[in-house]
C-alpha cells in the first residue's frame, strides 16, 4: 500500500502551535494530508498523564504524526511504545531543532553529528511502532552533500520511512533562504519518500518545490499559520485551477479562539491565541495594532470583544 498520497501536503511541527485548536482550523478550508505534533521531549513523554497534560491532549490522532525529542534510546523507546497507544499515523523524530536549549543536551540537528547515535535512536523508536516513522531533518553542519548522503543512507538502512528536509544547515536557522537543491539532490539518490520543506510562502511556491525538487510531498510551516487555508490554494492549483479569495480574517481569528476555548483551560487559551495571533493578524495592514490590543485581555470574552470591537473599526 502506498505510503503518502500522490503531492503529499503536511503542515510542520511548531512548538505553542501544532495543537488541536488549530489543526481543526485547517481542516475547516480542506486541510493537510498531515499534521505534525509539536516536539514532545522524551524525557517528560513516559510520566506524562493524558487526563492533566497540555501536550497529549487531542481528538483525532489518524491524520497526526507525533514528533519525538531525545537522544536516549530507552527514553525515546518508551516514548514511542506510549505514543503509539493513541494510535497516530505515525511517529517523528526531530533531528531538525537548531536552538541551544535543544542541541545543548545533544537533541535536534546535533543528532545528525553522531550518525552511530542516530542510529540507535532510529533503531530504538523502530521497534517500538508498525506505524510510518519519520525523520524531520536539516541539511546538517556541513553543506557536503555527501556527509548528507551518509546520514540519510543510514536512517533508510535503519527502517525510517520517509525524510521530511528542511533545507537549511544547523546554523543557518531560519534566515537564510531555504537550499531546495538538496531536497532534489536526496530525493534522486534515496529509495523511500523525500518531503521538502524551508519558505512555501505561497501556492505557487508549493508547485515550484514540486517541480524543481521532485519530491513527493511538501511540508509548510510559518505560512500555514498565516494563511491556514493554504493548502487548499495549493490543491486547486496543482490540479491547474485558480485559487479561491480568503477568507475573512474576522471569522477565521474567532474561529480559532472558540477552537481553543474548547481545547484548553482559560487562561493556556488566552496565551496560546496571543502566540497564534502573531501569525494571523500579519495577513491585515495594521495586525501589529490588533496584536497589541490584544496582549491586554486576559479572558476570552476579553480577547473576543477586542477581536470584534478592531474589525468593527477597520471596516468602518
Ligand atoms: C514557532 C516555530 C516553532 C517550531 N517548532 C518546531 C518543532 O517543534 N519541531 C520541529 O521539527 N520544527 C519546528 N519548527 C521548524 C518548522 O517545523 C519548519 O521546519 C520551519 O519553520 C521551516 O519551514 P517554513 O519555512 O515553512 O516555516 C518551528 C518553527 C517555528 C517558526
Not at 501544532?18 to 481543526?24: D, F, L, M, P, Q
Not at 498565516?226 to 485559487?243: H, N, S, V, Y
Not at 474576522?250 to 491565541?273: G, H, M, Q
Amino acid at each position: 500500500m502506498q505510503l503518502l498520497p500522490d503531492h503529499a501536503l503536511l503542515m510542520a511541527p511548531m512548538v505553542d502551535l501544532s495543537h488541536g485548536a488549530y489543526r481543526n482550523l485547517v481542516r475547516s478550508f480542506s486541510g493537510c494530508d498531515l499534521f505534525y505534533s509539536e516536539m514532545l521531549n522524551a524525557r517528560i513523554v513516559p510520566t506524562e498523564k493524558p487526563q492533566t497534560s497540555l501536550y497529549l491532549r487531542w481528538k483525532r490522532t489518524d491524520d497526526l504524526i507525533f514528533q519525538l525529542l531525545g537522544n536516549d534510546p530507552e527514553r525515546m523507546h518508551l516514548s514511542a511504545l506510549k505514543l503509539d497507544g493513541y494510535a497516530p499515523f505515525g511517529i517523528d523524530i526531530n533531528m531538525g531543532c537548531w536552538l541551544k536549549k535543544v542541541t545543548t543536551h545533544g537533541w535536534g540537528v546535533k543528532l545528525m553529528e553522531d550518525l552511530n547515535l542516530a542510529s540507535r535512536v532510529v533503531t530504538s523508536v523502530r521497534s517500538a511502532t508498525q506505524r510510518p516513522l519519520s525523520v524531520k531533518m536539516r541539511i546538517g553542519y556541513s553543506l557536503d552533500r555527501e556527509v548528507l548522503l551518509d546520514f540519510a543512507s543510514m536512517l533508510e538502512d535503519a527502517g525510517v520511512d520517509f525524510i521530511v528536509l528542511h533545507a537549511r544547515t544547523a546554523q543557518d536557522g531560519l534566515s537564510r533562504r531555504a537550499r531546495w537543491e538538496y531536497i532534489a539532490f536526496l530525493k534522486e539518490r534515496l529509495r523511500i519518500p523525500v518531503i521538502g520543506n524551508g519558505d512555501i510562502r505561497s501556492a505557487d511556491d508549493a508547485c515550484r518545490m514540486f517541480r524543481i525538487t521532485g519530491c513527493d510531498g511538501v511540508m509548510v510551516g510559518r505560512q500555514a499559520l498565516i494563511q491556514p487555508w493554504i493548502f487548499r490554494d495549493i490543491k486547486l492549483k496543482l490540479a491547474g485551477m485558480d485559487t479561491k479569495e480568503s477568507p475573512a480574517l474576522n471569522a477565521v481569528i474567532l474561529s480559532l479562539l472558540c477552537n481553543l476555548e474548547e481545547s484548553f483551560p482559560e487562561d493556556v487559551a488566552c496565551k496560546r491565541f496571543k502566540t497564534a495571533l502573531f501569525w494571523l493578524a500579519q495577513n491585515h495592514q495594521f495586525g501589529h495594532h490588533l496584536t497589541k490590543l490584544a496582549g491586554r485581555c486576559h479572558t476570552v470574552e476579553g480577547l473576543k470583544g477586542c477581536i470584534m470591537e478592531f474589525f468593527a473599526v477597520s471596516q468602518s
